[in-house]
Nanobody, 124 residues
Framework: QVQLIESGGGLVQAGGSLRLSCAAS????????MGWFRQTPGKEREFVTA????????YYADSVKGRFTISKDNGENTVYLQMNSLKPEDTAVYYC?????????????????WGQGTQVTVSS
């Protein structure tokens, strides 16, 4: 049974930084794409970033490019999201997701597994 457990959310002032972690377990993730999505009340869950587990190739939404960095630790089966220069509009629940595919998708419907989410709040 695949489990994704996020941690690291919290309250931060605008301009600050947070690092989210996603601990993955239950299988080998070498043929997976790992992604981060975020959601605010009344809005659809939106793509933030993704990484191909095997190659390490990364993808970012334009809104976070240059500020957020996704990375992984193969030994720990953990994916990280380093968020710098945070803005109030980054406030959301952030979800870790896993897609059993070698092709990166920006569509949440293609992801097979999800974490429970972690709240990130950026104050102005």
């Amino acid at each position: 049974q695949v489990q994704l457990i996020e941690s690291g959310g919290g309250l931060v002032q605008a301009g600050g930084s947070l690092r989210l972690s996603c601990a993955a377990s239950g299988r080998t993730f070498s043929s997976f794409v790992m992604g981060w999505f975020r959601q605010t009340p009344g809005k659809e869950r939106e793509f933030v970033t993704a990484i191909k587990w095997t190659s390490g190739t990364t993808y970012y939404a334009d809104s976070v490019k240059g500020r957020f960095t996704i990375s992984k630790d193969n030994g720990e089966n953990t994916v990280y999201l380093q968020m710098n220069s945070l803005k109030p509009e980054d406030t959301a629940v952030y979800y870790c997701a896993a897609d059993h595919s070698i092709v990166v998708s920006f569509n949440m419907a293609n992801y097979d597994y999800w974490g429970q989410g972690t709240q990130v709040t950026v104050s102005s």
